[in-house]
C-alpha cells in the first residue's frame, strides 16, 4: 500500500481513536498532539513494514504511549504507576477496536463526548463548530472554509485561536451530559454542517459522502438519546432523516447529481419518511418550536408531495418566513426567495432577494437563485451573469456542469455576444 493508502485508512479510524485517547488525556490539545505522534510514526513505519491488522488499535495504542512519555517529560520523574494506569484504561479500547470493530454504539458515545469537548464555553459558537468538523471528522481546512463561506485562511486562523483557547484552558470539564446543557446549540449546528457537507460534498469524486451522512446522524441519534426533552436536537434527526430517505435517488448511473423535482421518488425511503415525520411531530409536541424543526418541517412537505407538480410551495414559503424569524441570514432568504416564486411567481421572488433588510450577496447559491429566476422573467442576459458567477462559485464540478447546462439552455435560441 502507498502512504496515500495509509493515510485514508488513518482518516476513516482517527474520529474514534481521537475519542478514545481523550478518555485517557482529559484534555483534546493533549489529545490531539498525542494522537499526531501516533500518525506521524505511523505514515513513516507502515510504508516500510505494511499496515497493522487494525489501525485502530496500534494507532491508540501508541497514541497512549506519546501521551505518557510527554507526562513523564513534564513531570521530570517516571512514576511507575503510570504504566498501569494507562494500560488499564486502555485494554478495553483496545480489544473492542481489534475484535469487534462492528460495536458501534459505545463509540459513537465517545465520540459525541468528543464533541462536547470541542464545543468548549471559552469558544465562540463558530469556533467551537469549525474546531469540531476539524478535529472529530478531519475535514480539510478548506472543506471546512467553504461550510462557513469564508477564505480558507480565515478559517485557518479561526482553528488555530480555537485551539490556543483550549490550550489555556486545559481541560475538558463539563462535558457530562449533566453539565453540557450550555454546549448544545453549538453540537446542535455542528452536527448539522457534518451532514451538509456529506449530502454535497465539496469533493470532486464523491458528491455525496454517505459515510459523513451516517456518521452524523448517529451523532444527532445519540444526542436524542443523551437529551430526549431536547426538542431541537429530535428536530434535528428528524431533518437529517428526512434528507437521507432522498440519498438512493440523488445521483444518476453516472454518479452525477439528480436535482429534486427529476428525481424518482418511488426510490425514496417512504417508511424512513413515515418514522422522521413521526420523530418530528414528536419534538413539535414538546412545545418548543425552533429552527431545525422548522427546517424539518419544510423537508418534510418535499417529501410527502408525491410529484414535484405536487410540492406545496405555499406551505414551504410560510415555513421559511417563519425560520428567517428564528434565523435571519442570507441562505434563509435566498431560499425563501426561491420558494416565493415557486408560489407566487419568479418577479416576487427576486423583489424579495432585493430587499435590503438582509445582504444576502455574501452567499454563493444567490447567483444561482437570481439566474434562474432572471431566467423565468426574461431577462436573458442578466441571467446568464449571474449564472456565470454561479459557476465560478460552485462546490464541485458536478454543481459546475450543472450550470454550465443551464446556461447552455438558457442560450440555446441564438448565439449571445455577450457570452463570450
Known amino acids: 500500500m502507498s502512504q496515500a493508502d495509509h493515510a485514508g485508512a488513518i482518516r476513516r479510524v482517527y474520529p474514534s481513536v481521537l475519542a478514545k485517547t481523550l478518555g485517557l488525556t482529559r484534555s483534546l490539545v493533549d489529545a490531539e498532539d498525542a494522537v499526531h505522534d501516533a500518525i506521524e510514526r505511523a505514515l513513516k513505519s507502515w510504508t516500510v513494514t505494511g499496515a497493522p491488522e487494525s489501525a485502530e488499535a496500534w494507532l491508540i495504542t501508541v497514541a497512549a504511549n506519546s501521551y505518557r512519555d510527554r507526562v513523564r517529560r513534564s513531570r ?34 465517545e465520540l459525541l463526548r468528543l464533541l462536547f469537548a470541542c464545543c468548549h464555553p471559552a469558544l465562540e459558537d463558530g469556533e467551537s463548530a469549525a474546531l469540531a468538523l476539524s478535529t472529530v471528522v478531519g475535514l480539510s481546512v478548506g472543506e471546512i472554509a467553504l461550510a462557513f463561506v469564508v477564505a480558507p485562511r ?26 453540557g446543557h450550555e454546549r448544545i446549540g453549538a453540537v446542535l449546528r455542528t452536527i448539522h454542517l457534518l451532514f451538509n457537507e456529506g449530502y454535497w460534498s465539496s469533493a470532486d469524486d464523491a458528491p455525496v459522502r454517505a459515510d459523513l451522512c451516517r456518521l452524523a446522524i448517529g451523532l444527532a441519534r445519540s444526542l436524542c438519546e443523551t437529551y430526549p426533552r431536547e426538542s431541537e436536537a429530535a428536530g434535528l434527526l428528524a431533518l437529517l432523516l428526512l434528507h437521507d430517505a432522498r440519498r438512493d435517488a440523488r445521483l444518476d448511473e453516472h454518479g452525477g447529481p439528480v436535482p429534486l423535482p427529476e428525481q424518482d421518488r418511488t426510490r425514496w425511503d417512504h417508511d424512513g419518511i413515515r418514522r422522521a415525520t413521526d420523530l418530528l411531530e414528536r419534538a413539535l409536541g414538546l412545545g418548543a418550536p425552533g429552527p431545525l424543526q422548522t427546517e424539518a418541517a419544510i423537508a418534510a412537505v418535499h417529501c410527502k408531495a408525491r410529484t414535484a407538480e405536487a410540492t406545496d410551495w405555499a406551505e414551504i414559503a410560510s415555513l421559511y418566513a417563519l425560520l428567517e424569524r428564528f434565523r435571519p441570514t442570507p441562505a434563509v432568504r435566498v431560499n425563501r426567495a426561491f420558494a416565493v416564486a415557486r408560489a407566487r411567481g419568479p418577479a416576487e421572488g427576486l423583489a424579495l432577494l432585493e430587499q435590503r433588510d438582509v445582504d444576502v450577496s455574501a452567499y454563493p447559491y444567490v447567483h444561482l437563485v437570481r439566474g434562474t429566476l432572471l431566467g423565468e422573467v426574461g431577462e436573458t442576459a442578466a441571467a446568464a451573469r449571474a449564472l456565470r458567477e454561479a459557476e465560478r462559485c460552485a462546490r464541485n464540478m458536478h454543481e459546475r456542469r450543472q450550470i454550465q447546462d443551464r446556461l447552455a439552455r438558457l442560450t440555446a435560441n441564438g448565439d449571445r455576444p455577450w457570452l463570450r
Open 76 to 109: 521530570k520523574e517516571e512514576r511507575h504507576e503510570d504504566a498501569i494506569v494507562v494500560l488499564a484504561q486502555l485494554s478495553p479500547w483496545a480489544r473492542i477496536a481489534a475484535a469487534e470493530p462492528e460495536i458501534l454504539r459505545g463509540w459513537k458515545d
Open 154 to 179: 480565515s478559517m485557518e486562523q479561526r482553528l488555530t485561536r480555537a485551539r490556543q483557547r483550549l490550550r489555556d484552558k486545559g481541560d475538558v470539564e463539563g462535558t457530562t451530559p449533566e453539565r
